[in-house]
């Protein structure tokens, strides 16, 4: 099993440019998980999708969209890159509600100049 | 809302050293609390966790116990090697949705 798999593992952009993140797992879980990882801040969630079709808002929202495009995939989308959303970004899933344990990507660095 | 409040590091340890990296959160009820380790390059793995009240976690040697008293989580390790070189979270879920992390010690073990 892959587990949890996210592309790309590294991208530059320039501010105002957009992009997609993707994610998916082969897991069969029914929950799956946006973060940033910023410096000295631990990790902090964008988005979360307890089941396929739905998604919600987590800490720190702006700026970004999601998908769940099926079980399987959870894509993260910036329409338009801002220096402040420089950061390391992960995936995760887990089989149930409430967060048990959550399994996590190798994360995607991107930086926007 | 819930916080988690972890020691700032780097921790620097010599190999067979003995580790202990506090933990303490702020929270309303009876969270579930959690230890995370992310190696470099990696995204985060679970380590332990424990999920009422005096429970103990374990997991490669490492061990943390619930302490509701006093509000804390300490991950202990009696022994530590240079593989254990790596960044730990301290987190809590408090029967919703989300993860509330800490923010991450960084552990180096010089052999």
């Known amino acids: 099993n892959a587990g949890v798999t996210q592309t790309p593992k590294f991208q530059v952009l320039k501010t105002g440019q957009s992009m997609t993140l993707q994610c998916a797992q082969d897991?069969?879980?029914?929950?799956m998980y946006w973060y940033r990882q910023d410096p000295g801040m631990g990790l902090r969630l964008i988005y979360y999708?307890?089941?396929?079709?739905?998604?919600d808002k987590g800490e720190v929202p702006n700026g970004y969209n999601v998908s769940r495009l099926n079980k399987r995939e959870f894509s993260l989308r910036l329409e338009s890159a801002a220096p402040s959303q420089t950061s390391v970004y992960f995936c995760a899933s887990s089989a149930i509600l409430p967060a048990n344990e959550q399994f996590f990507g190798p994360g995607t660095r991107l930086t926007v100049l | 809302g819930d916080s988690v409040t972890q020691m700032e590091g780097p921790v620097t340890l010599s190999e067979e050293a003995f580790l202990t990296i506090n933990c303490t959160y702020t929270a309303t009820g009876y969270p579930s609390l959690f230890w995370y380790v992310q190696y470099p390059g990696e995204g985060l793995q679970l380590l332990l966790k424990?999920?009422?009240?005096?429970d103990k976690g374990s997991n490669k040697g490492f061990e943390a116990t619930y302490r509701k008293e006093t509000t804390s989580f300490h991950l202990e390790k009696g022994s530590v090697q240079v593989s254990d070189s790596a960044v730990y979270f301290c987190a809590l879920n408090n029967a919703g949705n989300m993860l509330t992390f800490g923010g991450g010690t960084r552990l180096m073990v010089k052999p």
């Open positions: 897991m069969n879980h029914n929950s």
């Open positions: 424990a999920t009422k009240a005096d």
């Open positions: 999708s307890a089941s396929e079709g739905t998604t």
